[in-house]
């Protein structure tokens, strides 16, 4: 492979903590639910949200839970990182049906220590300790739809 990857575009600018939380909260997700990533998210600095395709709305338990376990990968410090690779060389773990129809060969996967790995073009922490804390500000459940509403402390 070349040394300069050849990638779309990137059309957002994310906040690195929001961000690289909602990579660790992704993945919690699926561990939990079984469910896919989130299939619509907004992440922003004051607050951040996203939707998964639930087939019930989780309980008061389940979402303090959610919440325990995203704030236990950020204690954990792990390294963020990223890897370049061609789509031949993306393990069959990684979804990647979620890439626009014009996505390069060249794939950016963002790992987030042995917990998680996604394609990603996102700006990201180096460690999750950098994230602060994570706290589920509000969740919402409509035929389906389980939206998560959550903020990070890290400024």
Request: proline content about 5%.
């Amino acid at each position: 492979m070349e040394d300069t990857p050849i990638l779309n575009e990137h059309n957002k600018a994310e906040f690195p903590p929001a961000h690289s939380a909602e990579h660790i909260l992704n993945q919690a997700m699926v561990r939990m639910f079984g469910c896919s990533r989130s299939r619509v998210n907004h992440i922003e600095r004051k607050k951040s949200k996203c939707n998964y395709d639930l087939p019930c709305c989780p309980t008061e338990e389940q979402i303090r839970t959610i919440e325990a376990e995203v704030n236990r990968i950020i204690a954990a410090d792990l390294l963020i990182t990223s890897r370049y690779v061609t789509r031949d060389e993306v393990p069959e773990s990684i979804d990647l049906s979620k890439l626009p129809a014009d996505a390069s060969d060249t794939l950016r996967l963002v790992y987030v220590g042995d917990y998680d790995v996604c394609p990603c073009l996102g700006a990201h922490v180096e460690h999750t300790a950098e994230i602060g804390s994570f706290r589920i500000s509000s969740t919402s459940y409509n035929d389906g739809n389980f939206r998560i509403v959550f903020r990070v402390s890290a400024q």
